[in-house]
C-alpha cells in the first residue's frame, strides 16, 4: 500500500469516532493490510475516554468488497490464509468487545466479508440503494467466516438463503430481515447515523459499557443461565449511583408534570 492511509479517523466533538474504509480503488477490499489498520484504529479510538460511539463507514462507490481476491490469489499458501482469516475473525471479534457501540453505515456494496462486517457491527444503517451478498459459493468458496456473524444477526434460513445462493440482497430486504436497522433515502444515510450515535451517546458511558458486553455474553447462554447472569447485572446496576439519580430524576419529573 506504499504505506497509505486507508483507514481514516475522525473525532466529532459529540463523542462519535468516525472510521472511514479508505481504499476506493479497490473496493475497500479487507486485505492484510486493511485488516490490519482497522483493528489498528478501533483499538485506539475504543481506549479514548472521550468516545462514546464508532462509526464504520467506506469511501468512495461502496462499503466493502469483502477480501481482496487479487491478495488472495497471489499468495497461495496455508500460513498466509490461516493469518488473514484469523486476523479478520479477530477484528470482528473485536468490534463486539470494545465498550463504545459500533455503527455501520453502509453505500453502495457489502459482499462476502464486506457483509460479515456488517453482520458484526451492534447498529447497522444503509442507503435504499445499497445492496448485501455472501457470493462465495459462486466461486466455488463458501462464505464459512461470515456464516458466524451472519447466523447470529439474522434468522438462519435467511442466512442460508444468503449462503447457499450467493444472490444480492436489497437495502429494505436488508431491514426486513435484521441484518440491518434501517434503509434510508441516500440523502438522508449521514444524518440518519448520527442521529442514532447522537441519541446513543448522550446516555451515560459507563451503562452503555456494560449494557453491550452483558447482551453478547447472555446470548451464547441457556435461558436459565442467562436469567441468573442479568439478575446479578441488574442488582450491581441498580445499586449503582448513576442509577439513583436517574430514577430521583424521573420520578421528581413525573411529580412535577
Not at 57 to 68: E, L
Not at 155 to 184: C, P, W, Y
Amino acid at each position: 500500500m506504499n504505506n497509505r492511509q486507508i483507514v481514516t479517523k475522525a473525532l466529532s466533538s459529540g463523542g462519535v469516532a468516525v472510521l472511514t474504509l479508505d481504499h476506493p480503488a479497490r473496493y475497500n477490499a479487507l486485505s492484510k493490510d486493511m485488516i490490519a489498520a482497522l483493528t489498528a484504529a478501533l483499538e485506539e479510538v475504543s481506549a479514548n475516554k472521550d468516545v462514546r460511539v464508532i462509526v464504520l463507514k467506506g469511501a468512495g462507490k461502496g462499503f466493502c468488497a469483502g477480501h481482496d481476491l487479487a491478495e488472495i490469489s497471489e499468495n497461495r499458501d496455508e500460513a498466509f490464509y490461516r493469518a488473514l482469516v484469523g486476523s479478520c475473525c479477530g477484528l470482528m471479534q473485536l468490534i463486539q468487545s470494545v465498550p463504545q457501540p459500533v455503527i455501520a453505515q453502509v453505500h453502495g456494496a457489502a459482499t462476502a466479508a464486506g457483509c460479515q462486517l456488517v453482520a458484526a457491527c451492534d447498529l447497522a444503517y444503509a442507503s435504499d440503494d445499497a445492496r448485501f451478498s455472501t457470493p462465495g459459493v459462486l466461486i466455488g468458496l463458501f462464505c464459512t467466516t461470515p456464516m458466524v456473524a451472519l447466523s447470529r444477526s439474522i434468522h438462519r434460513k435467511q442466512a442460508l438463503e444468503m449462503l447457499l445462493t450467493g444472490d444480492f440482497i436489497t437495502a429494505a430486504r436488508a431491514a426486513a430481515i435484521g441484518l440491518i436497522n434501517a434503509s434510508v433515502p441516500v440523502a438522508a444515510l449521514d444524518q440518519a447515523v448520527m442521529d442514532s450515535a447522537a441519541k446513543i451517546a448522550a446516555k451515560p458511558p459507563s451503562i452503555i459499557g456494560m449494557g453491550k458486553k452483558a447482551f453478547y455474553q447472555q446470548a451464547e447462554m441457556a435461558t436459565g443461565e442467562a436469567y441468573r447472569f442479568a439478575m446479578d447485572l441488574m442488582v450491581e446496576n441498580l445499586l449503582a449511583p448513576v442509577a439513583h439519580d436517574g430514577i430521583a430524576t424521573f420520578l421528581a419529573r413525573k411529580k412535577s408534570a
